[in-house]
């Protein structure tokens, strides 16, 4: 049996283990300088924690050595004992296991993958819905991981993009129509989606739709990609522009408020304003000194960037020079948001931090520490009639509920048992929705910070969205597939009144 290694495969699990660690930006810059986007690998056959997993075994393996070598001259100093070693080997899959049954990680034993504090109170109160075609409707045509999925405003059409790419590297986005009634009615189907292939003139190198964004009023739908290009489509799927100005993968684009400007963000460390009407570049901000990784507009002309420098810039289009400087995070910012009024502005990061920004002075006028790992997504309360209230979702497994006057944490949700990737509120601020690699999508009261519903899926929630209307819930999974859920009954028991 040959056992070689190549650095391709080598690549392939650390650019896995940052995507299922929760660094998505260092992920797609490890991706493309690596050369991963032209890998033939399938991940559909790579299990999540992979990478942990052959180094815990490597690790077995040594400690086997070491215990046998000591053995032989009557001494063992080490940690492990043979009958520790031999239960982490037997319960990973490979030749000890031929069965792959994974006793130990069932029981958070040695060889577990992910770990979880405990404590978590019982499920028995909510429902828990096993995610199927006769209770929802899953979408099925991507052959990657689907990152993202965003919602028409003013319609049930939903739009996917995924890291898969065909055999001439050329990314995919697509819009499905979704019918009024989920699930389907039996001898139904849904009507195929309008595919978006995102065309290259790089032969074989494969990219991946990194994020999309439906216009304010609904006619157009953007679209970013590895290749380092927007897209403005139609809803109707018409190809209008190619904006073509940055040099190196996009990870952020979003609309002003009236639809005229487009705003990007990429690992080429610079800010693009584009006209929409026309697709061209009005103006490019070269200020930061690591790539971009969040943008979001204050107004129709002033903005906020975060960047891997620490940094977030405060721009607006006609000025030459940034209004403000926020510095305090000491690690990557996963995201910023500015509130619905466009006063406070809310960032999170890699340092277990959330913070507070507000024009007026220089130092967070909040610093959210209760975290205690990476802090992945935020959200803001959108209802106006409620207490100013922003969510945050964490590696720690739990969302928190913050409330923004006084910067004291209102609830913990802590029934996830994984990495909470993905959180949204409901349009009218009453529930959220949170989406976990644990296979997760949970539904909350805002109010009360009870579980509602628990929906397990095939595999990661990578991102959660609700359409305008509050009747579906959207999810991209790590397994391919979206799911659109019905929150109101969702193959439950018990109907809800929501939206």
């Known amino acids: 049996m040959n056992n070689t290694v190549t650095s391709e495969e080598v690549n392939y699990l650390v650019f896995r283990y940052l995507q299922e660690s929760g660094y998505v930006h260092s992920a797609f810059a490890f991706g493309y300088e690596s050369h991963i986007v032209k890998s033939n690998i399938d991940g559909s056959q790579i299990p999540p924690g992979a990478l942990l997993s052959f180094l815990q075994r490597g690790l077995s393996y040594v400690a086997i050595e070491s215990t046998l070598s000591d053995a032989a001259d009557g001494v063992n100093d080490g940690p492990v004992s043979l009958i520790d070693v031999h239960r982490a080997l037997v319960s990973q899959p490979g030749p000890y296991n031929p069965q792959g049954e994974n006793d130990a990680q069932a029981e958070g034993g040695v060889g577990a993958v992910y770990s979880n504090d405990g404590g978590k109170p019982s499920e028995s109160a909510a429902e828990k819905i096993v995610v199927s075609d006769k209770n929802s409707l899953i979408l099925q045509g991507h052959t990657a991981d689907v990152y993202v999925c965003a919602w028409n405003p003013n319609k049930n059409l939903l739009a996917c993009g995924s890291g898969d790419s065909d055999a001439g590297g050329n990314a995919s986005a697509r819009i499905w129509s979704i019918p009024d009634s989920v699930p389907m009615k039996s001898g139904e189907s849904v009507a195929s989606p309008t595919e978006l292939w995102h065309d290259q003139e790089s032969g074989n190198v494969r990219h991946s739709v990194t994020n999309l964004e439906w216009s304010p009023d609904g006619t157009k739908l953007a679209t970013g990609c590895s290749d380092g290009m927007a897209r403005i489509w139609s809803e109707s799927g018409e190809l209008l522009h190619v904006l073509s100005h940055h040099k190196d993968p996009l990870f952020s684009l979003k609309w002003n408020r009236k639809g005229e400007y487009l705003l990007s963000g990429g690992m080429d460390k610079t800010v693009v304003v584009w006209k929409a009407s026309h697709g061209r570049a009005l103006k490019q901000f070269c200020f930061h000194t690591g790539a971009v990784f969040w943008v979001d507009w204050k107004d129709d002309t002033t903005f906020a960037s975060c960047s891997s420098d620490k940094c977030i810039l405060v721009c607006r289009y006609g000025e030459d020079e940034p209004l403000a400087t926020f510095t305090g995070h000491t690690d990557d910012m996963n995201m910023i948001q500015w509130d619905p009024s466009g006063k406070l502005l809310a960032s999170c990061s890699d ?59 209102l609830n913990t949700l802590n029934r996830h048992e994984d990495a909470v990737y993905s959180i949204a509120f409901s349009q009218d601020g009453n529930y959220i929705v949170s989406g976990s690699y644990d296979n997760t999508v949970r539904l909350w009261s805002v109010k009360s910070g009870s579980l509602i519903r628990t929906w397990q899926c095939d595999a990661g929630v990578i991102k959660t969205s609700w359409n305008a209307s509050d009747t579906f819930i959207a999810a991209g999974l790590t397994n391919s597939t979206a799911c659109v859920i019905d929150p109101r009954t969702g193959g439950g028991t018990t109907a809800m009144s929501i939206g």
């Open 351 to 409: 340092d277990n931090t959330a913070k507070i920004w507000s024009m007026g002075q220089s130092t967070p006028v909040h610093d959210l520490r209760e975290h205690k790992k990476e802090i992945l997504a935020e959200a803001w309360c959108p209802s106006s009639n409620k207490t100013l209230m922003l969510a945050t979702g964490s590696f720690d497994t739990t969302v928190k509920l913050w409330d923004v006057n006084t910067g004291q944490c």
